[in-house]
């Protein structure tokens, strides 16, 4: 967000890419862009999901990449299908689930300030109420 300037063509349909590295596992980096404001919302539905102790699985908004969220334990298995090879991490799931909290948060500040753009109010409570429902096991 940092570097965008300007209005957006369609708050709707935000491109972008989104930096997630986990472990020293990079998941997601620029080479997998697509419409950022939908891909936080599948992966806040992921983790929800698999908080929940169940396996969820979509596609990336705008390209036939798959992701997966797998619940094992107090982790989620996280993998992005894409090629020559799929990316997988193994993650705390309260860890996890605090980090894109936070980083959901700090994107809707950002977000905010645009013209229509989502603050992923809806997916902001789902993650907290999933985190709270983790802490009080």
Same mark, same amino acid.
């Given at each position: 967000?940092?570097?965008?300037?300007?209005?957006?063509?369609?708050?709707? #349909?935000?491109?972008?890419?989104?930096?997630?590295?986990?472990? @020293?596992?990079?998941?997601?980096?620029?080479?997998?862009?697509?419409?950022?404001?939908?891909?936080?919302? #599948?992966?806040?539905?992921? /983790?929800? !999901?698999? %908080?929940?102790?169940?396996?969820?699985?979509? #596609?990336?908004?705008?390209?036939?990449?798959?992701? &997966?969220?797998?619940?094992?334990?107090?982790?989620?298995?996280?993998?992005?299908?894409?090629?020559?090879?799929?990316? &997988?991490?193994?993650?705390?799931?309260?860890?996890?689930?605090?980090?894109?909290? +936070?980083?959901?948060?700090?994107? %809707?500040? !950002?977000?905010?300030?645009?013209? @229509?753009?989502?603050?992923?109010?809806? !997916? +902001?409570? !789902?993650? +907290?109420?999933?985190?709270?429902? /983790? +802490?009080?096991?």
């Amino acid at each position: 967000m940092a570097e965008f300037n300007g209005p957006l063509d369609d708050p709707h #349909y935000i491109d972008g890419a989104i930096s997630l590295i986990i472990d @020293g596992v990079e998941l997601l980096g620029t080479e997998l862009w697509d419409l950022v404001d939908q891909l936080w919302c #599948y992966i806040a539905n992921g /983790l929800v !999901e698999a %908080a929940g102790g169940r396996t969820f699985s979509t #596609y990336f908004p705008d390209q036939p990449l798959q992701i &997966s969220f797998t619940p094992l334990g107090d982790n989620v298995k996280i993998i992005i299908d894409c090629d020559p090879f799929p990316k &997988s991490v193994l993650v705390n799931l309260q860890t996890i689930l605090n980090a894109v909290l +936070r980083h959901m948060d700090d994107l %809707a500040d !950002e977000f905010g300030k645009l013209d @229509g753009a989502t603050t992923f109010a809806p !997916e +902001r409570q !789902e993650l +907290r109420s999933a985190l709270a429902c /983790l +802490r009080n096991g």
